[in-house]
T-cell receptor, first 116, second 112 residues
Framework: GAVVSQHPSRVICKSGTSVKIECRSL??????MFWYRQFPKQSLMLMAT?????????EQGVEKDKFLINHASLTLSTLTVTSAHPEDSSFYIC????????????FGEGSRLTVL | QKEVEQDPGPLSVPEGAIVSLNCTYS??????FMWYRQYSRKGPELLMY????GNKEDGRFTAQVDKSSKYISLFIRDSQPSDSATYLC????????????FGQGTTLQVKP
């Protein structure tokens, strides 16, 4: 199956700093990428939809200025958590959808963010 | 009420047992139904993908969708310890969207 890579897999940062997480589609071009957030023992919650070359679409309740998303190329989307706080500590997962959509999404391995 | 309800478990079964995992949902507009498997600290991987009502079989896995009851199931036959993971149901309104609504996930443990 298609491969989606996320980096870093784990990151620990101090409160107030910004953290960037990368999501790459390794063997296909992803016209659309999605960013999810998952708290322990909770389901994945969609944060935003990222389309190559255009602004991301955020879900209700997700702060645009807090979670900056950039989808500069067909293989890379980044999520930057700005001025991180302990409550931002979570598991962030991206998924990618190819141009020839079959309805299937391919997920990255996830990035665990811990804000001290 | 959540759009998708899934019993978080945990569910513990002996090796070789038949496992039944279920989700109910409230939005009758959902058309596409998926089951994902997620190992600890990893991203979800797609197991089964079905459209509308009916059954779909793939090896030891069978997915069932009953749209009239708003109920979907995943059956695992001859369960193995390697099946131990969290199983997430997910659904969407159409095929050309990645906006999936996930269930909470059911943690399954298959004991040798």
């Amino acid at each position: 199956g298609a491969v989606v890579s996320q980096h870093p897999s784990r990151v620990i940062c101090k409160s107030g700093t910004s953290v960037k997480i990368e999501c790459r589609s390794l063997d296909f071009q992803a016209t659309t990428m999605f960013w999810y957030r998952q708290f322990p023992k909770q389901s994945l919650m969609l944060m935003a939809t990222s389309n190559e070359g255009s602004k991301a679409t955020y879900e209700q309740g997700v702060e645009k200025d807090k979670f900056l998303i950039n989808h500069a190329s067909l293989t890379l989307s980044t999520l930057t958590v700005t001025s991180a706080h302990p409550e931002d500590s979570s598991f962030y997962i991206c998924s990618a959808q190819g141009a020839l959509n079959t309805g299937e999404l391919f997920f990255g391995e996830g990035s665990r963010l811990t804000v001290l | 009420q959540k759009e998708v309800e899934q019993d978080p478990g945990p569910l513990s079964v002996p090796e070789g047992a038949i496992v039944s995992l279920n989700c109910t949902y409230s939005n009758s507009a959902f058309q596409y139904f998926m089951w994902y498997r997620q190992y600890s600290r990893k991203g979800p991987e797609l197991l089964m993908y079905t459209y509308s009502s009916g059954n779909k079989e793939d090896g030891r896995f069978t997915a069932q969708v009953d749209k009239s009851s708003k109920y979907i199931s995943l059956f695992i036959r001859d369960s193995q310890p390697s099946d131990s993971a969290t199983y997430l149901c997910a659904m969407s309104l159409s095929s050309n969207t990645g906006k999936l609504i996930f269930g909470q996930g059911t943690t399954l443990q298959v004991k040798p």
